[in-house]
């Protein structure tokens, strides 16, 4: 099974709004990571976590928060967004490693900021 | 630092037209090569992989053979169906980042 699963899949949301996307995954890997998608572009990496400790901030704005509560689930947390902050997220994990690991996308969530 | 090119799109192709879509990198050591697609709405899906010289990775008829004397990982089928239409990344990973190409735009018309 190499499936990640990310919840909603859709989401609209106000610039005062607080939200959050969810990311699973039960493939046993203990890396996780969060990128961002705008249209016609690759994804930007954001966040990685390896073994439950945020290991890579890629200067992302304090609006959005991440969090890993176990090796199965990746939580960010929304808020205070930005119209410029719609994209696509996406969440991917990966066995942990020095390069090269293969990463496993989910489907993403559209996010779209009113 | 690293990096990878890819050919512009789009690229549109007849039904069972054959595909090349060209692939180079630069980096300083031998990273692990992918090719990942990308279906209108979805997250990015795996296709192949090759991790090291002269590796081919193959999946769903694709196939790219990591040539270290040229760089290069091109993806080639050799009859591409409607249901092939999404873009395509290369992708490199040499250390605990992906590096992405552009992304190339397959359409492939009836």
């Known amino acids: 099974d190499t499936e990640v699963t990310q919840t909603p899949k859709h989401l609209v949301m106000g610039m005062t709004n607080k939200k959050s996307l969810k990311c699973e995954q039960h493939m046993g890997h203990r890396a996780m990571y969060w990128y961002k998608q705008k249209a016609k572009k690759p994804p930007e990496l954001m966040f990685v976590?390896?073994?439950?400790?945020?290991?890579i901030n890629e200067s992302v704005p304090s609006r959005f928060s991440p969090e890993c509560p176990n090796s199965s689930l990746l939580n960010l947390h929304l808020h205070a967004l930005q119209p410029e902050d719609s994209a696509l997220y996406l969440c991917?994990?990966?066995?942990?490693?020095?390069?090269?690991?293969?990463?496993?996308f989910g489907p993403g969530t559209r996010l779209l900021v009113l | 630092g690293d990096s990878v090119t890819q050919m512009e799109g789009p690229v549109t192709l007849s039904e069972e037209a054959f595909l090349t879509i060209n692939c180079t990198y630069t980096a300083t050591g031998y990273p692990s090569l992918f090719w990942y697609v990308q279906y209108p709405g979805e997250g990015l899906q795996l296709l192949l992989k090759?991790?090291?010289?002269?590796d081919k990775g193959s999946n769903k008829g694709f196939e790219a053979t990591y040539r270290k004397e040229t760089t290069s990982f091109h993806l080639e089928k050799g009859s591409v169906q409607v249901s092939d239409s999404a873009v395509y990344f290369c992708v490199g990973g040499a250390t605990n980042k992906l590096i992405f190409g552009t992304g190339t735009l397959l359409a492939v018309q009836p």
């Open positions: 976590y390896s073994y439950e400790k945020l290991s």
């Open positions: 090759a991790t090291k010289a002269d």
């Open positions: 991917a994990s990966s066995h942990p490693g020095v390069g090269g690991e293969t990463q496993y």
